[in-house]
Structures are given as C-alpha cells and as structure tokens.
Nanobody
Framework: QVQLVESGGGLVQAGGSLRLSCAAS????????MGWFRQAPGKEREFVAA????????LLTDSVKGRFSISRDNAKNTVYLQMNSLNAEDTAVYYC?????????????????WGQGTQVTVSP
C-alpha cells in the first residue's frame, strides 16, 4: 500500500508556471506507474499525465502537450508535474495516483491509490 500527498498548488496568473509534487510513503514507490489527473468544478476527473516505473516513458493528454511535463525521482519517492503556460482551462483540483498494473493507463479506474488533491487556480 502507498500513501500519496500532493503539494505545490496555488493561484497563478495566466501564462505562469507551477510545479506540483506528490510524495509517496513506503519502500515500493518504484514499482508503481504514477499518474496525474485533474477535476474542474462540475466536470469528470480527467487524465493529465502518466509515467512508467523507471521514468523512461511518459504520456500526456493532448491539451497539455508542449506545456506540461511529468517526471519522477524514485530515490525521493516523488513524482512531479511541471506546468507552464497555464491558462484558465487548467484550473482544477490536481490529483496524483499510483497504479500497480502492468502498463500505464489514461483510465482513472486502473489506478489503485490516490492523493487528497491540490488546488490550482489560474486567473485570466
């Protein structure tokens, strides 16, 4: 089992940047595929990014390609989401999630553990 704690959210102006962090407990962090999801008010939780166990491969949803990147540091049990060129449509609660399955996925139901979320608000 793993516990996840996100940090780094906040209020930023359009065009600005934020870096989210997700710290994981336990000694098996490197055995999990990690993902970031977000949920805006009144909308479904949607996939943002995922990264494989060793960090060699990443997957980004189309709306954030070229602006966001995902990375991980297995020695620090932490996964990051670097967000640049933010716009109002990026406003949401951002969640990190861990998947113990065989391959990385966009499907939130494939993820086994979730953090509590961190709010990102982008002002116009």
């Amino acid at each position: 089992q793993v516990q996840l704690v996100e940090s780094g959210g906040g209020l930023v102006q359009a065009g600005g940047s934020l870096r989210l962090s997700c710290a994981a407990s336990g000694r098996t962090f490197s055995s999990y595929v990690m993902g970031w999801f977000r949920q805006a008010p009144g909308k479904e939780r949607e996939f943002v990014a995922a990264i494989t166990r060793g960090g060699a491969t990443t997957l980004l949803t189309d709306s954030v390609k070229g602006r966001f990147s995902i990375s991980r540091d297995n020695a620090k049990n932490t996964v990051y989401l670097q967000m640049n060129s933010l716009n109002a449509e990026d406003t949401a609660v951002y969640y990190c999630a861990a998947q113990s399955g065989p391959s990385y996925s966009r499907n939130r139901y494939d993820y086994d553990y979730w953090g509590q979320g961190t709010q990102v608000t982008v002002s116009p």
